[in-house]
């Protein structure tokens, strides 16, 4: 298992190294050999997936990254509210330096001038581009994304977006509602379309238009799911049934927890649909049965969001750019689902905190695809003989180059380099470091092993 709280920090290890490889290649060394990056940022994701050992998810095209991947089983956010924690992701600094607790500052102006991964890309060489969700948008992103800084083109938001908390959801009554639980027929939504299927076609266009740059890019893709309301194709409440849904093992507030402790997700109260349960604040409880109907809406929420994975992976491979491409996906935070008698973010519990979090590197987590194959063909997860995929590299996890050379640049793909070892079983900052050194190495063939696996490419 991976060192607790250690995850997230992999992320600006690793693409750290990238950057940091940017400015030190060695000579010679063309724009063309360096690879590109795709971070996907998922709102409120906890790590309820096939990979993370759930049973009921049908997550099969993240689970089928997760099996080509670095999988983290203990990452955390630094904070459970979604601008502190994308500020604090982006910029690799804690809450305690950004200033940013909430939703109403912006770092440069407030704290620091602060440098961001991205800014950072695009300050060596690459093209950054961002859609969807990737900063909060407001005040904290100082209502621009942070552009000029950190984008080479404007961001984009999906038009349908601005939808998203008004009355679209069709209720027992038939009249439209701002409700909670919003399964849609998507051809009766305005627009006949959702926020994260424009973001999928939108970085699949700008995929398509890098494929030809003569520059490496970045590309951000932020998705609003499974981030309230649960608002989603109504085919997928299909794949969770309400009888295989259970209640939250924990579902009782703690005795003696007090009270600063405690959200009273206020968030969802306001929703229609919860005002007409008439609850008590601050702290409940829900009905069993509306419980089970919430747990029903995130599950199918996130089977929605793993098909616009899908298609964009499966897009990566269509464009023949998943071997040079490194993937990261990751979520700002997680989203308590009864657990503690909690319905929200906005808490320190792990159900809050706890994020998935993996890496996928070409030739390094997993071997370069032949010609013709496909890395990441699309999953349908209402195919119901489609086989679980095994989660990613976990565990004790050793990498050792087994070529040679003195050459610098560890962002080069196919590159000899040096060589390594490294063990994620030890706590040790130094081992991080050296492990986040070698998943962006020179060289593209490593002897490897792990509890589950053995090979070498």
């Not at 938001?157 to 908390?165: R, V």
């Not at 004790?396 to 640049?409: D, E, H, P, Y």
Request: aromatic share 10%; charged share 15%; with cysteine.
């Amino acid at each position: 298992m991976l060192p607790p709280g250690g995850g997230l920090l992999w992320l600006g290890l690793v693409l750290g190294s990238v950057c940091a490889s940017v400015g030190s290649a060695a000579p010679g060394n063309s724009a063309t050999d360096a690879l590109n990056v795709l971070l996907i940022i998922v709102d409120d994701l906890r790590p309820s997936l096939g990979c993370y050992g759930d049973k009921l998810i049908r997550s099969p095209n993240m689970d089928q990254l997760a099996s080509h991947s670095l999988l983290f089983q203990n990452a955390f956010a630094q904070q459970a509210v979604c601008a502190p924690s994308r500020v604090s992701l982006l910029t690799g600094r804690r809450p305690d330096t950004t200033r940013l607790y909430d939703f109403n500052s912006y770092w440069r102006a407030h704290s620091g001038n602060f440098s961001t991964i991205p800014q950072y890309f695009k300050e060596n060489g690459y093209v950054t581009m961002s859609v969807g969700k990737v900063f909060h948008p407001g005040i904290s992103s100082n209502h621009s994304d942070d552009s000029p800084y950190s984008w080479s083109v404007p961001p984009y938001h999906p038009s349908s977006e601005k939808y998203e908390n008004t009355k679209t959801c069709r209720g027992p009554d038939g009249e439209l509602h701002a409700n909670l639980l919003c399964p849609v027929d998507v051809a009766d939504v305005p627009e006949g379309t959702l926020p994260d299927k424009q973001s999928t076609e939108q970085a699949i266009r700008l995929l398509g238009k890098m494929k030809t740059s003569a520059s490496p890019f970045f590309l951000a893709v932020g998705y609003h799911k499974p981030h309230i309301p649960f608002r989603y194709p109504k085919e997928f409440q299909k794949l969770y049934p309400l009888e295989n849904i259970t209640l939250a093992p924990d579902p009782q507030v703690p005795a003696g927890l007090p009270p600063v402790a405690y959200n009273p997700w206020m968030d969802i109260r306001r929703r229609e649909d919860v005002q007409a349960l008439n609850l008590s604040v601050p702290y409940g409880p829900i009905p069993a049965d509306f419980q089970r109907k919430i747990r029903q809406s995130y599950f199918a929420c996130v089977s929605y969001l793993d098909t616009q994975v899908g298609h964009l992976l499966s897009a990566l491979d269509d464009l023949q750019l998943a071997s040079s491409t490194i993937v990261a996906l990751t979520s700002d935070h997680g989203w308590a689902l009864g657990e503690h008698g909690e319905w929200a973010k906005y808490s320190n519990f792990d159900v809050t905190t706890r994020v998935p979090l993996v890496f996928y590197v070409p030739g390094r987590t997993a071997p370069l695809p032949a010609a013709g194959d496909k890395l990441f063909p699309y999953l349908d997860p209402f195919d119901s003989i489609s086989e679980s995929v095994e989660p990613g590299v976990k565990g004790k996890f050793t990498l050792t180059s087994v070529s040679q050379s003195s050459q610098a640049g560890p962002l080069q793909a196919g590159k000899p380099g040096t060589s390594w070892n490294c063990s994620l079983s030890s706590p040790r900052s130094r081992d991080l470091q050296g492990c986040a050194s070698l998943l962006a190495a020179p060289s593209p063939r490593f002897t490897w092993s792990c509890a589950e696996k053995a090979g070498t490419f």
